[in-house]
């Protein structure tokens, strides 16, 4: 009886799920889909960033009037829009390293494979650099946008102070 409801049930096909991930690599092999995912990334981040800076604005002109000084409401501005302009950097600079950064990968675990490295050697070169490749973009992405941050505070600080002296 076992058996038999067993074999009455139909089987399920790996094809279904195989054939929707070929599609997926189909869809995501394509240059057009990249370029569309690349400007949406950009098209929200500058719409949050507009809408952002705007709330941050608005904030320093209800404050400026309760401190004798407009250094302190400057500065804290100046800082957050900073942050907020160095992590947008970074995310954008994400959108661009990560396809560069598989070619790279690719690149070198291919030209490995020509060199005759044996199935095993090339599987622990690959962990290898695929380490060094991921330190390095982190790297280089930390010290863009700290460095963007950073100019970004110093404009909007000068920026805030200067506006406020000439009202």
């Not at 790996?14 to 400007?39: A, D, E, G, H, Q």
């Not at 290898?128 to 600080?157: D, H, P």
Request: glycine letters at 6%; charged letters at 15%; one cysteine or more.
């Amino acid at each position: 009886m076992d058996q038999q409801q067993h074999e009455e049930q139909p089987p399920t096909s790996p094809t279904s799920s195989s054939s929707s991930y070929t599609l997926f690599l189909k869809i995501m092999s394509k240059r057009k889909t990249w370029v569309f995912l690349f400007v949406l990334v950009y098209a929200i981040l500058l719409d949050s960033s507009w809408n952002f800076l705007k709330s941050i604005l608005s904030w320093y002109h209800q404050n400026q009037a309760q401190y004798q000084s407009p250094g302190w409401p400057a500065l804290y501005a100046s800082v957050l829009l900073g942050g907020v302009f160095g992590l947008i950097s970074m995310a954008a600079a994400v959108a661009v390293a990560v396809p560069a950064t598989m070619v790279t990968w690719i690149t070198v675990v291919v030209l490995l494979a020509f060199f005759g490295k044996p199935k095993r050697t090339l599987v622990a070169e690959g962990k290898k650099i695929t380490r060094e490749i991921a330190g390095s973009v982190l790297k280089t992405l930390f010290t863009e946008g700290n460095v963007v941050a950073v100019v970004c505070a110093v404009l909007g600080y000068y920026v805030l102070v200067r506006n406020n002296n000439g009202e």
